[in-house]
């Protein structure tokens, strides 16, 4: 391959036909940059240059162009004009009849708005745009390699506090992620090309220059000429000798994801979370404290881990290779010295990464279960930064029998401790998990697993992100940014407290419903306040906490569980008045009496409608239903059971007399209850209706649920769609 970075994309003959045919003077930076990424793409070139298609429009408007280009506002607005232009040209040499041709010019009209919103979102910002951008705001030439280069070096000796910041809310770690994603389409866009061309050349000619066949190895030679062409366009495409810049001696400013060691603990995150909830769009509740941006600094340089790293000296082993993983000292330690906030999170985070892939794994009995570094600072972080309990962590992890009020419950912080661990007496662990009667044999069992789980997180804590003191552990504020960082890097929703507190009712409902209830109440409470006024009697600002309960429990009957909103609701304080407010609601109506009722209050059952009756039912016998599952399993446990039954082998001996008294008070009795638990709640009543199928003693009860149960199963089917 010859040292040109020419493509053959008819550009010159292009721009001089429109200037000569329409009198339009077409800007070559975007001109050049649509012609050559359609070729790219595979556009037919035998008119002598790439003719653009609908789908063809769409890719190169929509994901090339927004991660490769910088443009003025005069070149971004002739990017629809270049592509109408190219359609005419076609039609002129006779590729596009007159209906293709009307179809092609509506497509591009279609694509232009999402085109110019990609461009303006700086979520799709990549390095060379983003110092692009910057060099023309301070009047640089971008035609310029010298001038470039001049901006480069008086920007990397700008103090780091002075240098423009990124646009919120991205950070380093999303543009170097976006970079090296564009960099990579490009690549594989150039090498598809080269295939293209070695395959069958075009009428046109070849798109690439000829390949280099004399070279001493070839396939070396190809690609790192392709990677040549490719830096040669990308700084066509922004600023002369940019990307060569950037990927050399100006690598510095322009981080690759390779240099952010933290971006393997983020992918970690977010196995993590999909685990517990399915999506990444869960939110997770945000840390209950994180330090001042000005705090962070003096929080870093006091960790042991840090101080010792950028100390440097004689380091052991670990040491030297966390050392040349974070670059400290070395390349980090600008960062460490005169660093802005953000550039010491992602250094605490590249710190806190490298010793999570040191650390060993802690294994349970058996090896029935492990925990290493990466899912304690989720866990950590998932339970709102709360403390926890080493030897409830490592109990909770072998047996699932601790109350489930207790699995999110904060530990007390002791005043002092020890700096060794020391497992709690058998008194104290019984309060822990919320199991009376723990002897020295349970300590004992508990010991084995929670004093290796303690040398961990004592591990952790050398990074300053987590402390111990006695058995309670958890998150620094320090580690509560560092891990904020670290969850928004793997695309986990991580919002800050100021984000919750400007979400909509809906929003904030949704959320809480998978934070630990105490975090919820408060932050329901909050909510409320924030918007109460002066009238908090009428109870007005609950309002719309309660009706985003009872819209979520009519879009998701299955995953929207009343009982659990209340209970948030009442922890957070919601007044009598908001209750009576919803009395009448269809879905929650029955719940807001039964809540009046516990605390004193006189409302007749006829007041709330019996759709609302028949969704508290549901629910409260699906819990009796859970009830006798984990009373079974705790039995079984307890008498050394190997084998798990199935749920029709557990006699349900809360459920059928729950039932049975709920049914005799019920209009109609037992049959017609049936009926309007499938009705109202399928979903959650689907498996009370099997139990009742399964084991009711009345064969008219078991019928009736036989009955109900397909049509329960077909609603439940389609909610959970």
Not at 77 to 91: F, K, M, S
Not at 563 to 575: H, K, N, Q, S
Request: glycine share 8%; aromatic share 4%; with cysteine.
């Amino acid at each position: 391959m010859t040292r040109t970075t020419a493509l053959n994309t008819g550009l010159d003959d292009f721009l001089a036909w429109a200037a000569r045919e329409r009198g339009t003077a077409l800007p070559a930076r975007p001109a050049d940059a649509v012609l050559t990424l359609l070729a790219l793409r595979g556009a037919d070139r035998r008119s002598g240059v790439p003719e653009p298609t609908p789908q063809l429009v769409a890719q190169v408007l929509h994901e090339d162009l927004p991660g490769l280009l910088w443009a003025s506002d005069e070149e971004l607005a002739a990017v629809p004009a270049v592509l109408t232009a190219l359609a005419d040209r076609v039609r002129v040499a006779g590729r596009l009849n007159a209906k293709r041709h009307a179809r092609l010019l509506a497509a591009i009209d279609d694509a232009v708005p999402g085109f110019r919103a990609a461009m303006a979102d700086p979520a799709g910002l990549t390095w060379p745009r983003w110092y692009a951008s910057l060099l023309r705001a301070d009047g640089t030439d971008p035609d310029d390699a010298h001038a470039v280069r001049a901006w480069l070096d008086a920007n990397e000796r700008t103090p780091r506090a002075d240098r423009p910041a990124l646009p919120e809310p991205l950070h380093r770690f999303e543009i170097a992620g976006r970079t090296f994603a564009t960099r990579a389409r490009l690549a594989e866009a150039l090498l598809g090309a080269f295939a293209r061309d070695t395959a069958g050349t075009s009428p046109a000619g070849p798109l690439l220059p000829a390949p280099p066949l004399d070279a001493d190895r070839p396939d070396d030679a190809l690609g790192a000429e392709l990677e040549r062409i490719a830096d040669a366009l990308t700084s066509r495409w922004t600023a002369a000798g940019l990307t060569e810049a950037l990927a050399g001696p100006h690598a510095g400013l322009a981080p690759s994801p390779e240099t952010l060691p933290h971006a393997a603990l983020a992918d970690r995150m977010l196995d993590e979370h999909l685990d517990y909830y399915g999506a990444s769009s869960v939110p997770l509740p945000p840390p209950a404290r994180v330090p001042a941006p000005g705090d962070i600094r003096a929080l870093l340089h006091a960790a042991p881990l840090p101080a010792a790293l950028a100390a440097g000296g004689d380091l052991d082993d670990e040491r030297r290779e966390i050392s040349e993983r974070c670059g400290l000292p070395g390349p980090a330690t600008p960062v460490w010295d005169e660093g802005t906030p953000q550039e010491l999170v992602e250094l605490a985070a590249d710190i806190l990464a490298a010793q999570v892939e040191m650390l060993p794994t802690v294994s349970g009995p058996q090896d029935n279960w492990s925990l290493d570094g990466a899912h304690i600072l989720y866990s950590l972080y998932e339970r709102g930064s709360t403390p926890d309990s080493v030897a409830r962590k490592a109990s909770d992890t072998d047996v699932a029998e601790i109350p489930p009020e207790l699995e999110d419950a904060p530990t007390q912080v002791p005043a002092i401790a020890p700096a060794a661990y020391e497992t709690p007496s058998p008194e104290e662990l019984s309060v822990l998990l919320g199991l009376p009667g723990r002897t020295e044999a349970d300590r004992d069992a508990i010991d084995a697993t929670a004093r290796p789980l303690a040398a961990l997180v004592d591990r952790l804590a050398e990074t300053g992100c987590v402390f111990r003191r006695g058995d309670t552990f958890g998150l620094t504020p320090l580690g509560g940014a560092v891990m904020r960082h670290v969850m928004a890097a793997g695309q986990v929703a991580a919002p800050d407290a100021g984000t919750v507190a400007g979400w909509d009712a809906a929003h904030t409902v949704a959320a809480v419903r998978n934070w630990p209830p105490r975090i919820a109440a408060r932050t329901l409470a909050a909510w409320a306040d924030r918007r109460e006024g002066a009238d908090k009697e009428s109870g007005a600002a609950w309002v719309p906490l309660l009706t985003a309960v009872s819209e979520a429990k009519a879009a998701d009957r299955q995953g929207t569980r009343v009982r659990e909103c209340f209970a948030l609701l009442d922890r957070a304080g919601i007044p009598n008045a908001a209750l009576r407010a919803v009395l009448t609601d269809p879905v929650t109506g029955a719940e807001a009496r039964r809540l009046l009722l516990a605390r004193g209050e006189d409302v007749p059952g006829e007041s709330v409608p019996p759709s609302a009756r028949a969704t508290l039912l549901a629910e409260e016998l699906d819990a009796r239903w859970t009830d006798d599952m984990r009373a079974h399993v705790a039995e079984r446990h307890e008498n050394g059971g190997a084998r798990v039954p199935g749920p029709d082998e557990i006699p349900p001996t809360t459920l059928l007399p729950s039932f049975d008294e709920e049914a005799a008070a019920w209009p109609g009795g037992a049959p017609a209850l049936i009926r309007a638990l499938a009705a109202e709640d399928p979903g959650t009543a689907h498996r009370v209706l099997t139990a009742l199928r399964d084991h009711h003693p009345d064969k008219r009860v078991s019928d009736a649920a036989a009955h109900a149960l397909k049509p329960a199963h077909r609603a439940a089917g389609r909610g959970r769609r």
